[in-house]
């Protein structure tokens, strides 16, 4: 097992690694921003290191930066947490060049799974559902109108170098083809340096599903279920949920068991989530993998029983996986709302002073965050503040219990997306479980959701 772990990142999920690395008698090193000097990871963890400045590019994307501290600091491993340098192969390479454990995957997965186009390849060829569509890149709009005409509208441009719905285009008809094609293309350059451009066929009303895996270095691989991840903002996450309210008992064994499948072959390991377009057919196909840990795990953790980040370390250190796929056993409900520091209507960020804070508890509810009373939410990193996580024996009683637990989150002095949270709880939609990607656009877009939205936000004290 490693002997100290260094943090590469902020936040609530440094705090995670953190209380993993402690109960496992790891010893940790925090990094941190300037303006981060005051920040809990820092506090929590057994030694810390300044790295730079406020801006990311200069700290927490800081390559030469981070391996001086964990050289300084005689760190073993490094653990990326999500986001920041979390699935940049460079810098998995750079630590195994440097001899310090790349908490994560082998970084010629990490490439693989980052440009879409060969993760596209390598998942059919590991036996992946697919969306009719383009095995490689399209060259011009005259070779998309083909591909278009032989699948049949509407189809989506998508960036090779993309994910989170940079450089994306839907076409439905022929004569907007030509168009969407340079803008996807000049917005893939700006965004990713890369104008590369894949099609397929577009799936209306899609859900978002996502299994997780968990596989170690010797082989042995397993699934640990799905997440349903639907509720997104222009492809921000707000609400997770474990088990998802769309998959029937064979369904998940389904996707559970192809995608451990396709994982042997690709000889995927660590964690890991696959994520899958589920249309209206209950028909799932695969969309792309993502090789860290994910903000939405402990809704898995509290369904599995099982600490996801603790068994991330032991599988980097090269521990055999201890569980078999007949010991993994789903029991209950879990949600996570994320509550982000920005406006409950305009989802504008909202960085300032929390003058007064008070967190829900109680059974059944864990809350994962850096926030105290007094801290300051800083502008220069995203705004999420705390993950609220409920879980209970079955979907209304965990629906209510985070009605609950919202109902006791006292957060003042910046404003928050709890109201409109409550709102999304009371939809009849969720409650029913019956939603799709288009979720939160319908919310807004009706009466009731507006009205539910103005009345939570008017009793947030
Ligand atoms: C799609 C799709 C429909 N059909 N691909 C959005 C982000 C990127 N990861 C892929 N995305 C989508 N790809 C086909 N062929 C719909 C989306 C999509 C979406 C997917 C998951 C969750 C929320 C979404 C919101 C809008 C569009």
Request: proline letters at 6%.
């Amino acid at each position: 097992m490693f002997k100290k772990v260094l943090i590469a990142n902020r936040g609530e999920i440094a705090l995670r690694v953190i209380r993993a690395c402690r109960e496992l008698g790891i010893a940790t090193v925090a990094v941190h921003s300037t303006a981060d000097a005051n920040a809990l990871h820092v506090r929590f963890a057994d030694e810390s290191v300044c790295i730079g400045p406020p801006p990311s590019k200069e700290s927490y994307l800081n390559i030469p930066q981070l391996l001086s501290a964990a050289e300084i600091t005689r760190a073993d491993a490094i653990h990326p947490g999500y986001g920041f340098l979390s699935e940049n192969a460079e810098f998995a390479k750079v630590c195994r060049d440097c001899k310090i454990h790349f908490i994560g995957p082998r970084p010629e997965m990490i490439s693989l799974m980052g440009n879409k186009v060969r993760a596209r390849n390598a998942a059919r060829e590991a036996g992946l559902p697919l969306l009719p569509g383009s095995m490689g890149t399209v060259k011009d709009p005259k070779e998309a109108e083909a591909f278009a005409r032989e699948i049949g509208f509407p189809v989506i441009l998508k960036a090779a170098a993309g994910g989170g719905g940079k450089g994306m285009k839907i076409v439905r008809e022929p004569h907007a083809l030509a168009q969407a094609f340079s803008t996807a293309a000049a917005e893939a350059v700006a965004s990713f340096g890369n104008g590369d451009l894949y099609i397929e066929r577009y799936v209306e009303k899609p859900r978002h599903i996502e299994i997780q895996i968990v596989a170690d270095e010797h082989g042995r691989i397993i699934h640990l279920g799905e997440r349903e991840c639907s509720v997104q903002r222009r492809h921000q996450k707000l609400i997770e949920e474990s088990p998802s309210p769309a998959l029937t008992p064979e369904l998940r064994q389904q996707m559970g068991e192809v995608s451990i499948r396709a994982m042997e072959k690709l000889g995927y390991n660590n964690v890991g989530t696959i994520e899958y377009l589920l249309d209206e057919n209950g028909r799932f196909y695969f969309m792309e993998m993502n090789t860290r840990i994910q903000v939405e795990h402990p809704v898995t953790e509290l369904v599995t029983g099982i600490d996801l980040v603790r068994e991330q370390i032991k599988l980097s250190s090269g521990e055999p996986l201890q569980r078999k796929q007949e010991d993994i056993q789903m029991r209950g409900h879990a949600i996570e709302c994320r509550v982000n520091a920005e406006d409950p209507v305009t989802f504008a960020p909202w960085p300032g002073k929390i003058t007064a804070y008070s967190v829900p508890g109680g059974y059944g509810v864990r809350v994962d965050s850096s926030a105290y009373e007094n801290y300051t939410v800083l502008p220069y990193y995203d705004s999420l503040l705390a993950k609220l996580i409920v879980y209970a024996e079955d979907r209304p009683t965990a629906i209510r219990r985070m009605q609950r637990a919202l109902g006791e989150y006292v957060v003042q002095g910046i404003r928050t997306n709890i109201p409109f949270h409550r709102a999304a709880m009371a939809e009849d939609a969720f409650v029913e479980g019956n939603y799709d990607t288009r979720f939160v656009e319908r919310l807004l877009a009706s009466e009731t959701g507006t009205h539910r939205l103005k009345k939570a936000i008017e009793e947030t004290p």
